[in-house]
Structures are given as C-alpha cells and as structure tokens.
C-alpha cells in the first residue's frame, strides 16, 4: 500500500501551488495511467486521510484514467489496450511493448474558487 | 455573487521528487562505471538465495555488492554477508518499497568507483515498488515455480516495468507441475520481447548463462558510457 505516501505528496503539491497563487483548492485533477502502479480506489481514500488539517481538508481528487497505448510498428500507428495483460496489437496482434501513454502519475489542474468581486 | 469554479494548469509530476533523486543516481552510477541491477518479486520467492549465489560466483572476477530493503528484520544482510561481499541493510520500517533518496543515502561514505555490479533488492512486494525509480540500469522481476504461472498476469505493471526476468527454483518444478510455456507466453504477453532465464540457486543449473547476461550488459554500458 503506497497509495497514502502518493496521496500526500499530491497534497503537498497542490497546498505549494495554492499557497503560492493565494487560492483556495475545490478539487485536484489527476491522470493517473493504468501502469502508474496506483490503484484509484485505495488512492481517493487515502486523498480524504491525506488531507486532514490541512487547507484542502474537504476538497475532492477528480482522477482521470489513462488507459495504456502502445505502439505498433506493423500498423505504424498508436494503439489503445484494452488489456494491461496482453501488450499486442488490437488490430493485427503484434506484439509491442512501446508505451506511448499509461504511466502518468500527474497533477493536471486545480480547481479553485473564485469571488468575483462584491458590487459596491 | 455566486463563487465560480475555475481550473488552473498545473502540469506536475507527482514522483518528480524520486525521479529527480534516481536521476542524479543513475548519473553518478554511470560516472563511476558501475552496473546497477534491483531485483524485485513476491516474499518468499527466493531472492535473497539467488543473490547470495550471485555475489558468490560473481565474486572471483568482479567487484560486487548489494543494498538490502527488508521491512523489519537484517536477517537477509546476514545471509548475503556470507557471500564476503559488502552488503548494507536498508530497514524500511513500515514501507513496502525503496524510493530512491533511501538508495542514495545508504550508499552514503561509499566509493562506487570501485565496484562493477551493485545489486538493490528491494522488499518483498510486486506492487509497490513498480512506480519508484531507483536509479538502476536493469530491473529484474523474480518468480519461482511454486508461485504459479499467471504471475505476470496477476501483476502486469511490475513484469512491464522490468527489463529481466528470473524463474527461480527451477528444481521444483516437476513437484508442482510447473508449466515453463505457459509461465514463458504469459511474460512475453506483459512485455514482449523480454529476456526470461530460468535457473536453480540451489542447484545452479542455469545460473551461467544468466550471469553471462549479466557480464554483457556490464561491458555494454560501460562501451555506451565512453561514447
């Protein structure tokens, strides 16, 4: 169980950015890719434990799933898996072990609030 | 007014930490012209045994030594330590991998230029440590017969993760109806074009050829360092 060591460094990075933006978090966005070694479930549990008395307490982790893509040099294009346990081709089963996308581990964003300022 | 939500870009790296410190490793590795290899697999699958049969036949030719990340115990340090190669124990506490800044702080005092192979076993896990970057040149996964053939599919992200593996005990197989193709085709499923040695740290039967390996690749980066 690594899950709570990334969740707090995904809150201590974003408490940095807010800090040194001066915003309040809503939400963190994350890609998080099916080889990231990360399993999400165990990831938004450990983000509402991670967050405690801290200024994110009661912000949400928005997680994006990345699936994995590989590369296909018979085909000579990128290619989605639908499965982390067969790294081939879907269209013509070569097998391929070029990873164009699936290890992300990212903060993408931060949602923050914004005041719009009060009419006098 | 009604407060709006707006998203900022942030675009970070939640391991950049990490990958920051095994790159800076990976760097002073090079430097010194020594070969780094970690070695990850379940608990039980015989690790230790294999390493200790690594530093001993390696030992009359190379310089050898290894870091050792146990959760609680130095018992695996003792064992190594009769290979007479340095061995240092990495105690983990509670955590289930090695993260880079522990490598670098235990090689601490250590003078990596006279040394050709520094192996890091990682703790017992085949989950937790496939996301950390130790700063090595090979990363080898183990499993033995006993564990069963599905293995890379039980745990696709560390065998993808992995440029080696090791099918150890080997000298068991016959006992539990080991199937060697099927175990072979369901690594090669997880990560084409991977090499797979099968050996015995017991018996050494196959231990040459992988060693052989291991010597090639030690040659290999030292000529691609020199570039």
Redesign the interface.
Known sequence: ??EL??AI??VE?AEQ?AER?G?QI?AV??KLGA????VKDALLSCYEMACENTPLQGSRLAVEEVPVVIFCRRCWAQRPLSS?????CPECGT???E?VQGKE???????????????V | ?R?????????????K?NDVVARSLRDRFRYAGVFVVSLVSSPGSGKTAFLEKTLTFLRPNYRVAALVGDLATENDASRLARSEAPVKQITTGT???LEAAMVQSALDGWDLNQLDFLFIENVGNL??P??YDLGEDLRLVLMSVTEGEDKP?KY???F??ADVTVVTKVDLAVAVEFSWETAYNNI???????PVFKLSAKTGEGMEEYLRFLAARLIESRQAAAV
Do not use: W, Y
Request: proline letters at 9%.
């Open positions: 169980m690594h060591s990334i460094s995904i990075l950015e933006r915003v809503d966005h994350l080889l990231s070694g990360v982390v346990q067969l790294f081939c097998p391929s072990s990873i581990l990212e903060v993408v964003a931060l949602e923050i609030q914004e005041c719009a300022p009060n009419p | 007014m407060p709006e939500p707006r998203l900022i870009e942030v675009r970070k790296n939640v391991l930490q955590l289930c991998h989950v937790c496939s996301s599919l696709p992200t560390i993808n993760s090669l499923a997880v990560r084409p074009g991977m």
